[in-house]
């Protein structure tokens, strides 16, 4: 049952008292929509700072915007039994019904404020975040999100889905990234949002803050229609629920700018969840930390098979016995050549110079001999390569700690450019 207290909510989990310095923090104001409005808000009073809110379709369809699979009550239907016996609505003197029929709406914002919380919250992967450090820390800065059309400069190929939690998370040349729901361009739904879940609330203005970086230029907003990542706006309401008058059409650009602005202005960490204090995630790490700390395989198959699996923890297995396998017939090559030369510093040879003692004949003795210190060399390149290699690995995850550490220092001291960098061929 949505009833939702006069008082501020608690918090209810430790990622978010972490990152709140006061629970008294005014939550960002979003009263600007994008077409007609097609919500309305119903509250009523249950008893002294205490009321229950009810969100309504104010047009003919009977569900949430964008989603045909949660019904929502009709305004109309809510207010037309004025006279059962119900207490008087706190906005507009409008009636909530009472009896069945507020049981029936209790049960639908339930089951509302279930979906809502399935399509948004991103708790696993909240959970994951503080251990990121560990395995070279991503840097904790919301700033860092590639617009659309640069994400196809680094040849990466956006996947849409709706899985809250692989929102901006990237693999290799893939980038998924979660549509904005219509219901989004409901000021009223904001209003809701705020009041019936605050935790959906963090996640749902995190969520539209990314945008903001996402969308930076029109060809990426050309692009987010071309990929449905915006949904069309309303301007011509379903009336009789039967869709001949509706008409639905994209924001201009100018249009979406001044509704996205809202999300980034006077909007801070704070006001959203652990997750989007982060910009573009890399799976790889995610998995990483997902199986060391929290014994799980991975917190994402791209592949879910067996196979798949084997070959990404197969694969360095191989890698290093392939170049034990290298060094160790190189050294018995080394062997064998300094056995067939003699252990005595001649070489085998005698006084004359004549055939090795080993009855070798000098064309054969050289090519012992080179087969004496080749495999040697190729011992030292091998040993060379591994500790470069080593030694860059080090660098750069050295490198990244102190970046981000310096960086949770900027952001602690209020610093608005903490965590503003370059994209660079390997970020």
């Known amino acids: ?34 077409g007609v409005e097609t919500l309305e808000i119903l509250s009523t009073p249950v008893r002294p700072n205490r009321r229950r809110m009810f ?77 990121m450090k560990y395995i070279f820390v991503q840097t904790p800065s919301f700033r860092h999100i590639m617009p659309l059309h640069h994400q196809q400069a680094h040849a ?14 990237w693999y290799y040349e893939k980038i998924f990234i979660k549509p904005i729901p219509a219901y989004f361009f409901s000021a009223k ?19 539209m803050r990314s945008y903001w970086f996402l969308i930076k230029y029109e060809i990426d907003y ?33 249009e979406f700018c001044r509704f996205i602005s809202q999300f980034y202005e006077n909007v801070h960490d704070r006001d959203t969840n652990r997750r989007f204090h982060y910009g573009e995630l890399r799976l ?50 080394t062997l064998n050549a300094q056995e067939m030369l003699g252990g005595d510093g001649t070489g085998g040879k005698d006084s004359k110079g004549g055939e090795d003692s080993t009855g070798l004949p000098p064309v054969w003795s050289y090519f012992t001999w080179a087969s004496l210190y080749f495999p040697v060399t190729i011992i030292i390149v091998i040993a060379s390569i591994l500790a470069v290699s080593l030694a860059g690995i080090l660098a750069m995850g050295f490198k990244d700690l102190v970046w981000a550490k310096t960086t949770r220092r900027r952001k602690r ?15």
């Open 55 to 131: 969100l309504l379709s104010a047009t003919g369809e009977s569900y949430l915007p964008g989603q045909p699979r949660i019904p929502l009550p009709q305004k109309a239907d809510a207010t037309s039994n004025s006279g059962n016996d119900g207490e008087l609505g706190a906005r507009d003197g409008r009636q909530v019904p009472s009896g069945n029929e507020d049981e029936a709406q209790s049960k639908g914002e339930d089951d509302l404020l279930k979906y809502l919380r399935e399509s948004h919250l991103t708790k696993e992967l909240d959970s994951l975040l503080p251990f």
């Open 413 to 427: 001291h209020g610093d608005p450019d903490a965590g503003n960098k370059s994209h660079g061929l390997i970020w």
């Open 284 to 333: 790889t790490r995610i998995n990483r930390t997902s199986l060391i700390f929290k014994g799980s395989l991975a917190y994402f198959h791209i592949y879910p098979q067996w196979g798949s699996n084997l070959v990404h923890f197969l694969a360095p297995i191989i890698m290093v016995l392939g170049g034990c396998s290298v060094v160790l017939n190189a050294m018995q090559v």
């Open 156 to 169: 990466r190929e956006i996947i849409v889905n709706e899985h809250p939690g692989l929102h901006l998370v």
């Open 222 to 254: 050309d692009l987010a229609c071309e990929r449905k990542l915006i949904p069309k706006k309303t301007l011509t309401p379903d009336r009789d629920g039967t869709g001949k008058d509706k008409d639905d059409r994209y924001p201009t650009y100018a």
């Open 189 to 207: 739904f904001w209003s809701y949002l705020s009041e019936a879940d605050d935790e959906v609330h963090r996640a749902a203005i995190g969520f």
């Open 1 to 34: 049952m949505a009833a939702i207290d006069g008082t501020p909510p608690s918090k209810t989990t430790s990622s978010q008292s972490l990152h709140d310095d006061s629970t008294s923090q005014v939550k960002p104001s979003i009263d600007r929509g994008l």
